[in-house]
């Protein structure tokens, strides 16, 4: 029983890099085409989770080591950076007035990764609880919360796209930067609390 679920739990994770490496090539193309901050940095947190999905990978394949605090700690400070880089680019970006060209191609990526990342939470959850992971269900949570990222991310640059509201686009990157700190954190206090 705890094999098919580590089985299942590893095709969820193969899902989630999968759409994630395909989804860094198609938000690096659409935000260096329109110049949208809120686009780049989402591309990074595909990084980010492309990361997760590897550390998770990791850790489900050999359970007879305990990763989980390394992992947790790495995941953290992937995320601060993410925070870090996304509060420089929308600070300059909103200081010298940078307007993002609309991006209807960004805009349909944004749209699909909300339901697949919902799904995808979803079943990690599940299989999560089912094993006591405590890593994947903090990775189920990222998940589901990149969904709702996603989704912020689309309304900014659908603003800027629909009414040509320049601001949206740095303000929905600064989405990003709040909830890089926020996932930093939770991750540093689970690695601090497993050791």
Do not use: C
């Amino acid at each position: 029983m705890r094999d098919d679920l580590r089985r299942r739990g590893l095709a969820l994770e193969y899902a989630t890099l999968t759409w994630n490496v395909v989804g860094v090539g198609m938000l690096a193309a659409t935000a260096w085409r329109s110049g949208s901050v809120a686009l780049a940095g989402f591309g990074l947190d595909s990084l980010i989770e492309i990361f997760a999905s590897v550390v998770v990978i990791w850790q489900l394949t050999d359970t007879a080591v305990d990763r989980e605090p390394l992992a947790l700690r790495l995941i953290g400070g992937a995320f601060l950076l993410l925070a870090l880089y996304v509060l420089l680019q929308s600070a300059v970006a909103w200081h010298i007035g940078a307007r993002a060209a609309p991006s209807i191609p960004g805009m349909v990526w944004l749209l699909a990764t909300i339901v697949a990342m919902l799904l995808l939470a979803y079943g990690k959850r599940r299989v999560g609880r089912a094993l006591g992971s405590v890593i994947l269900l903090t990775e189920s949570r990222v998940t589901l919360i990149d969904a709702a990222l996603a989704g912020a991310v689309l309304l900014g640059v659908g603003a800027n796209t629909l009414f040509g509201w320049w601001w949206a686009d740095p303000l929905a990157g600064l989405v990003i930067v709040t909830y890089g700190i926020r996932e930093a954190r939770a991750a540093l206090r689970h690695a601090a609390a497993g050791q």
